[in-house]
């Protein structure tokens, strides 16, 4: 039903561009991936939008990594494998624990000013599930925008890395099961084939699946579907966290209000003004992400609002201002004084655990295929990402990529050939207006509950949108659409098999979490179907 290719294409007569190193997106995975390759190839690196758009960039909290004495690794290790709730992979968390603090130093090298105190130390904050101050952060609750600044302007720098704003990368090209470049869309509409001896997908997240999100419009899912078209292994992808607190107020769009502000001592409170997170965990409002937004839908229900509020009016004026300025500023562009006023709060989708399935080198199953950043499935994650781990990912396993793509053998001669899909459809869709539809329906039934009779609705529906809405295209919103649409198949389907809760996956008809049976991974792809796997884990 989903095609190999949703453009037609012709390699005898396609323009072709050729480098060493095709890196597509520009979030700190594609960035940084691409300043450490380009010390040794050539790069072209890709951005849909300008350089400085990526989902990166709306990162408030920071990045985790162990740099105070009273920390350790292991200490790391624990928090993020139990906020993974039994499915992280212990050997990519060993992985992120131990090398996160060198590259921590190589961003700081790179240009990034993160936050210090009078006496010069790195200013470290407390997120969620976290035991430890270990969050370094930048202009107080700014942290992604400061890291895209410093990398951006290296990237720009760099003689050898050639930087293709507004261009979309449409599909992974494959030859002999190996990936050979990638189908991309200019900014007139034009198409050209970008080979490359190694691809990196670095599109970052699916946020735009739902129709209340805190992710910018470019986070359409494009590479996990680019992946899963080209026979790439898709892992997890029923896992979505929906971050606990983004503003809900008449106006103006869901922003997100950092998990920081909890971390430096915010409590929630219903609309009765009760405080209510005791009653569900006993790290009260620094419990896991899943369980807080579980715990504040439940409030909501029992008091038939909307909304919870948060509320750190008992925090100085100044700490409030230094910590968070920007969410400060934009509060009040609403009326809302973080200083004085509760600031009403709803969840909303945020970030997704699973992605394109990699090993610890974040090479895919389709070789020469990279993932990093948010679109791959490393493991670290498991069924529920620890606060500001996302960052640190993003940069141990982009080096660990250019390592690895330094071992590859020259590319293959590509040999020419033509893609021409049959075309289920002659009608003319609004996909626009799809979009929508399926986010509602996403919203509805694969949201932060889920139930069996829900999720087979959804599922049905989405696949009779398929069986319509491939056809002929060639504007970029329509392609982001269907990779939308090819990613909520995957996320529904994975979301009904697993017939237990854990983690960013809830059932209400498997409310429990059953390690007997589930403690381990669907794994979806063209070649394979969907299958499970079982994975050796050393702790609990």
């Not at 409170?269 to 209510?276: H, Q």
């Not at 269907?482 to 990613?487: A, R």
């Amino acid at each position: 039903m989903i095609p190999r290719y949703i453009v037609d294409f012709d390699l005898h007569t396609l323009p072709r561009v050729k480098t060493d190193v095709a890196v597509i997106g520009a979030g700190i995975a594609g960035l940084y991936t691409a300043l450490q390759a380009s010390e040794y190839a050539d790069v072209v690196l890709i951005s849909k939008k300008g350089l400085d758009d990526s989902n990166t960039r709306w990162a408030q909290g920071g990045i985790a990594a162990v740099t105070a004495k009273s920390d350790s690794p292991a200490l790391h290790r624990q928090d993020t494998l139990i906020a993974g709730a039994g499915l992280c992979s212990y050997a990519a968390v060993e992985v992120l624990v131990h090398e996160g603090p060198e590259r921590l130093k190589e961003l700081i090298a790179y240009g990034t000013k993160f936050d210090k105190d009078a006496q010069g130390r790195y200013e470290l904050t407390k997120e969620g599930a976290h035991s430890k101050r270990r969050i370094l952060h930048a202009h107080g609750d700014a942290t992604g925008a400061e890291i895209v600044r410093a990398l951006s302007a290296r990237v720009r720098d760099q003689a050898n890395i050639t930087v293709l704003e507004n261009h979309f990368a449409i599909d992974v090209v494959t030859q002999d099961g190996e990936c050979v470049g990638v189908i991309v869309q200019n900014q007139e509409g034009g198409l050209f084939f970008l080979e490359s001896n190694a691809t990196v997908l670095a599109t970052g997240g699916a946020g735009q699946l739902y129709r209340y999100t805190t992710n910018p419009d470019i986070a359409t899912a494009d590479g996990i579907a680019m992946a899963y078209r080209a026979g790439a292994r898709i892992k997890d992808v029923e896992f979505i966290q929906f971050h606990p607190t983004a503003l809900y107020y008449p106006g103006a769009p869901r922003f997100l209000i950092s998990e920081a502000v909890r971390g430096e001592g915010a409590i929630l409170r219903n609309t009765s003004g009760e405080r209510f997170m005791e009653k569900y965990h006993p790290q009260k409002e620094l419990a896991p992400r899943d369980v807080v937004a579980r715990a504040i839908v439940s409030e909501m229900e029992k008091t038939h609002s909307s909304y919870v509020y948060l509320d750190i009016t008992h925090e100085s004026e100044e700490l409030i201002k230094h910590r968070f300025p920007t969410i400060y500023r934009f509060c009040l562009q609403y009326g809302l004084d973080m200083v004085t006023d509760w600031i009403p709060v709803a969840p909303a989708c945020h970030y997704i655990m699973g992605g394109v399935q990699t090993d610890l080198n974040g090479e895919t199953s389709t070789r020469r295929l990279f993932a990093c950043g948010e679109v791959s499935c490393t493991g670290v994650h498991g069924a529920n990402r620890l606060a500001s781990n996302s960052l640190s990912e993003a940069v141990v396993f982009g080096h660990r990529i250019v390592r690895r793509i330094r071992e590859l053998t020259p590319l293959p001669e590509v040999r020419p050939f033509a893609a021409v899909e049959p075309k289920r459809t002659s009608r003319s869709v609004d996909t626009r207006e799809q979009r929508v539809r399926l986010q509602k329906l996403m919203l509805r039934h694969v949201g932060l509950k889920r139930h069996e009779k829900g999720l087979r609705k959804a599922l049905d529906e989405l696949e009779r949108m398929q069986q319509f809405c491939y056809g002929t295209y060639s504007d970029r919103e329509s392609f982001e659409f269907l990779n939308l649409l090819n990613t909520a198949v995957l996320t529904t389907r994975a979301a009904l098999l697993r017939e237990e809760s854990r983690g960013g996956h809830y059932r209400i008809d498997f409310p429990n979490k059953d390690d007997l049976i589930w403690r381990k991974h669907i794994i979806q792809s063209i070649g394979e179907g969907v299958r499970e796997e079982s994975e050796q884990y050393d702790v609990e």
